[in-house]
């Protein structure tokens, strides 16, 4: 079956970095996403990667290994806004999106 | 980028009746929709995937006679929750993707349901 898997809350500092795991088991593969959602609101697009490698957009950068089926987003110079669920989302081979349940970030001062 | 509206944002109905929410892609064609449920603390759950001209395909144990959907048009697609009850209370979140692309989903701004 299809599998997305995250860890369900990690708690990190103000000004830290912190790093968010997924590893994912899907029928093909043609990238994957990650998502912001604030509580109450809907998911953001945060990005997208289908070759290996690590992409940064500012404070957020995206890693993707296709052979070991893992992906992680770092999070940098973490603000308090930065509070929210994280979540990873795998594109397979029918181009569906197959969800992870979401890593709740919860940022200290 | 591609937008999603969805309308309307909140409702409070009462129990027993009937509720629409509306799924428009502004921007583009949107051959396929999906519909998501959240409750408060967990992940999106899919529904439904809504086709446009032909009958939505509905996730194990969502009931499609509750969950009325319609996608008439490229750009249109809309779930009615029918005889309401407090238990349907929850945020409801429509999507969409560019057909055939590996483009990001765009979602709508989510609806806020309260069954009283």
């Known amino acids: 079956g299809q599998n997305i898997d995250q860890p369900t809350e990690m708690t990190a500092t103000e000004g830290a970095i912190v790093q968010i795991n997924c590893t994912y088991q899907t029928s093909g593969f043609n990238g994957l996403f990650w998502y912001q959602q604030h509580a109450g609101e809907a998911p953001t697009f945060l990005s997208y990667?289908?070759l290996d490698g690590l992409e940064e957009k500012g404070r957020f950068s995206s890693f993707l290994s296709r052979s070991k089926g893992y992906s992680y987003l770092l999070l940098k110079e973490l603000q308090m806004k930065d509070s929210a669920s994280y979540l990873c989302a795998a594109l397979d081979s029918n181009y569906q999106l197959i969800w992870g349940a979401g890593t709740k970030l919860i940022i200290k001062p | 980028g591609a937008v999603v509206s969805q309308h309307p944002s909140r409702v409070i109905c009462k129990s027993g009746t009937s509720v629409k929410i509306e799924c428009r892609s502004l921007?583009?064609?949107?051959?396929?929709m999906f519909w998501y449920r959240q409750f408060p603390k967990q992940s999106l759950m899919l529904m439904a995937t809504?086709?446009?001209?032909?009958?939505?395909?509905?996730e194990q144990g969502v009931e499609k006679d509750k969950f009325l959907i319609n996608h008439a048009s490229l750009t249109l697609s809309t779930l009615t929750v029918t005889s309401a009850h407090p238990e349907d209370s929850s945020f409801y979140i429509c999507?969409?993707?560019?057909?055939?692309?590996?483009?990001?989903?765009?979602f709508g701004q989510g609806t806020r349901l309260t069954v009283v």
């Open positions: 921007d583009f064609q949107a051959t396929t």
């Open positions: 999507s969409a993707r560019e057909p055939g692309t590996v483009s990001e989903a765009f």
């Open positions: 990667n289908v």
């Open positions: 809504s086709n446009e001209g032909s009958k939505a395909t509905y």
